[in-house]
């Protein structure tokens, strides 16, 4: 059993309902299990899977925080590489009346949240999180950003970091504020950058 800081780290495919119920099964469930697969092999920090939730993946990395540098390098690989493998699924697909809809429909947000009350338990030969901070990071997947993709920063990670690093790796004036209010929660803060 893990109980310590634990960074988390979830990509989560936008658009997911609406394709899996406007495109053919065989289609949709290549499309999506392809998309999974090649944002696994796109972890490059060494991330370990907690769960994959359908449409997301749930990473997740105890211990001591990679540089923000590196934090952002691999959210921005996670969504080069989710959109290369789109157009990859596009074209292998052309034959396909519903192909145009992978391009259209679908796209990458990404939640981020750091924090000390995440417990690791073995479940059978799977690790199960638990904890508030696996409850707050599971509960800014539904948030109140109107763009459908984006990099989303609890507070509680962006305070791990001065802003000097902040400032070094990405424009500040991109960073948009946001908050929600979660039931038995209370208000949870953070900041995001829209992704294009």
């Known amino acids: 059993m893990i109980n310590r800081p634990t960074l988390i780290c979830i990509p989560d495919i936008s658009g997911f309902t609406k394709f899996m119920s406007e495109t053919n099964s065989d289609l949709s469930h290549k499309v999506v299990s392809s998309l999974l697969n090649k944002i696994i092999y796109t972890n ?8 994959i939730e359908g449409d997301a993946i749930f990473f997740y990395l105890p211990g001591e925080l990679p540089s923000f540098e590196i934090l952002l390098k691999q959210c921005r690989h996670f969504h080069d590489e989710f959109y290369k493998q789109l157009k990859n699924l596009t074209n292998q697909n052309s034959g396909n009346e519903d192909s145009e809809n992978i391009n259209h429909m679908l796209g990458l947000k990404i939640i981020l949240h750091y924090g ?13 999180l638990m904890g508030e901070d696996v409850i707050i990071a599971h509960r800014l997947m539904k948030n109140a950003i109107k763009e459908d993709e984006y990099i989303l920063f609890s507070n509680g990670l962006l305070d791990q970091y001065e802003k000097a690093q902040l400032a070094d790796n990405m424009d500040l004036k991109q960073l948009k504020s946001g908050k929600n209010n979660y039931k038995h929660l209370g208000e949870v803060n953070y900041k995001y950058i829209v992704l294009n």
């Open 44 to 51: 490059t920090i060494d991330l370990k899977v907690s769960e």
């Open 116 to 128: 000390e009350h995440v417990e690791a338990v073995q479940i059978g030969s799977r690790i199960k």
